[in-house]
T-cell receptor, first 114, second 114 residues
Framework: GNSVTQMEGPVTLSEEAFLTINCTYTATGYPSLFWYVQYPGEGLQLLLK?????DKGSNKGFEATYRKETTSFHLEKGSVQVSDSAVYFC?????????????FGTGTRLTIIP | DTEVTQTPKHLVMGMTNKKSLKCEQHMGHRAMYWYKQKAKKPPELMFVYSYEKLSINESVPSRFSPECPNSSLLNLHLHALQPEDSALYLC?????????????FGPGTRLTVL
C-alpha cells in the first residue's frame, strides 16, 4: 500500500534560515505528490504539487522536486519568515475516478523565531 | 476561486444531541470528502462522495451520517456522539480535470462533545 514518511518535528529555525523538510514515499502506480500547510486553528491549504517525475512544484518561495529514483519530495525554502510557522504535511495520491485517497505523512511542526 | 466553506466554525454538543455540519463549494468539483483530524495528527478520511454518490466509507460508526444533497453541498449529521469524537472535521473537494487527486480543504469545524 501507499505510505509517506516525513521528517520528525518539531523544527525550530531563526528567521531567514534555510528550510528543508524531508519526505519519502512508497506507492503503487504513478502518484501525484503534494505539500499541504496548516496554520494554527485553520484547515489545510495546498502549498504545492507535482504530478510526474522531475516536476518541480513551487509557491510562496517554497519548492519541492518529484524524485522518482529516490522516491522523495523534500520541501525547501531559502529564507523562512515568522509567518511560515505552521504544520506541513507531505501527501500522495495514486488513485483516480473519484475514489481518491490522500495518504498523509505525520506532519512537521515548524516554528520560526525572530 | 478555490474556496470550500464550512459551517459552523465551532460546535459544542452533548452526547444526546443531534447536530449537522455543512460544507459548500462552488468550483464545479464533483468529489467531496469528510476528514476527521485529532490534535497533532494528520487528517483521517471518513467518507467520499463522487458525483453525489457515496463511494467510500472508511468503516465510520453509524453515529456519523453523511449526505450529499447536490453537487455543491455536503452534510455530516451527528447523533449520539462520544467525547472521543471531539476533533476538527474537515471537508474537501476535487475535480475530474485534475484526475481527482488535487483536494481543496475547507477551514474545518471544531467539534467538542461533552
Amino acid at each position: 500500500g501507499n505510505s509517506v514518511t516525513q521528517m520528525e518535528g518539531p523544527v525550530t529555525l531563526s528567521e531567514e534560515a534555510f528550510l528543508t523538510i524531508n519526505c519519502t514515499y512508497t506507492a503503487t502506480g504513478y502518484p501525484s505528490l503534494f505539500w499541504y500547510v496548516q496554520y494554527p486553528g485553520e484547515g489545510l491549504q495546498l502549498l504545492l504539487k507535482a504530478t510526474k517525475a522531475d516536476d518541480k512544484g513551487s509557491n510562496k518561495g517554497f519548492e519541492a522536486t518529484y524524485r522518482k529514483e529516490t522516491t522523495s519530495f523534500h520541501l525547501e525554502k531559502g529564507s523562512v519568515q515568522v509567518s511560515d510557522s505552521a504544520v506541513y504535511f507531505c501527501a500522495l495520491s495514486s488513485s483516480n475516478f473519484g475514489n481518491e485517497k490522500l495518504t498523509f505523512g505525520t506532519g512537521t511542526r515548524l516554528t520560526i523565531i525572530p | 476561486d478555490t474556496e470550500v466553506t464550512q459551517t459552523p466554525k465551532h460546535l459544542v454538543m452533548g452526547m444526546t444531541n443531534k447536530k449537522s455540519l455543512k460544507c459548500e463549494q462552488h468550483m464545479g468539483h464533483r468529489a467531496m470528502y469528510w476528514y476527521k483530524q485529532k490534535a497533532k495528527k494528520p487528517p483521517e478520511l471518513m467518507f467520499v462522495y463522487s458525483y453525489e454518490k457515496l463511494s467510500i466509507n472508511e468503516s465510520v460508526p453509524s453515529r456519523f451520517s453523511p449526505e450529499c444533497p447536490n453537487s455543491s453541498l455536503l452534510n455530516l449529521h451527528l447523533h449520539a456522539l462520544q467525547p472521543e469524537d471531539s476533533a476538527l472535521y474537515l471537508c474537501a473537494s476535487s475535480h475530474p480535470t485534475t484526475g481527482w487527486r488535487e483536494q481543496y480543504f475547507g477551514p474545518g469545524t471544531r467539534l467538542t462533545v461533552l
